[in-house]
């Protein structure tokens, strides 16, 4: 029977296809294009401007960002049973947020990266931008942990 709950197609239902393996796949390198123009050309590396590949790396983060703090306020079912939960409908849920949380996760050591390379070359719009985004990322990520930690009496189960 679990093979049966972890195969089924359905429960991918409410997953968005924004984090499908193409457009991680196609931010993956985004991100890396970006990284290296900033610290092998000469003429991006002092600028501090925000460009639309700049821009493309903040974007799909921020949004799945959002949308995990959206997708945990909403969940119809307990939180701290979430990733252990056997129920169909609400395996439809924990799949769509275990996919924003992907994303976000993924996010974190990327703008750790990119802050420092941008600090080093003292672009602080740049920084002021992903240090944002970082912290919003991180701030739904602990908001998910803390309110399973909340309702397990201080135990949260995603560590």
Partial sequence: MDSQLINDSNRLKLVSP?????????????VASTAVSWLLSIKKRPSDSI???YITVLVLPAVAAD?????????PGNVNDMMN????????HVA?????LTVVERFLPIAL??????????CWKRAIAV????????????YLNFK????????????
């Fill in 67 to 75: 949308h995990l703090l959206f997708q945990t306020i909403k969940y």
């Fill in 18 to 30: 924004l984090y499908g393996p193409g457009t991680v796949t196609c931010w993956y390198l985004t």
């Fill in 113 to 122: 990266i990119l802050f420092l390379i941008i600090a080093f070359n003292d």
């Fill in 51 to 53: 460009d639309n590949d």
């Fill in 131 to 142: 240090r944002m985004i970082g912290l919003l990322c991180f701030a739904a990520e602990a």
């Fill in 96 to 100: 769509a947020i275990e996919a924003a």
């Fill in 85 to 92: 939960t056997r129920d169909r409908a609400l395996l439809q």
């Fill in 148 to 159: 399973a930690a909340h309702l397990a009496g201080g135990q949260g189960s995603f560590t």
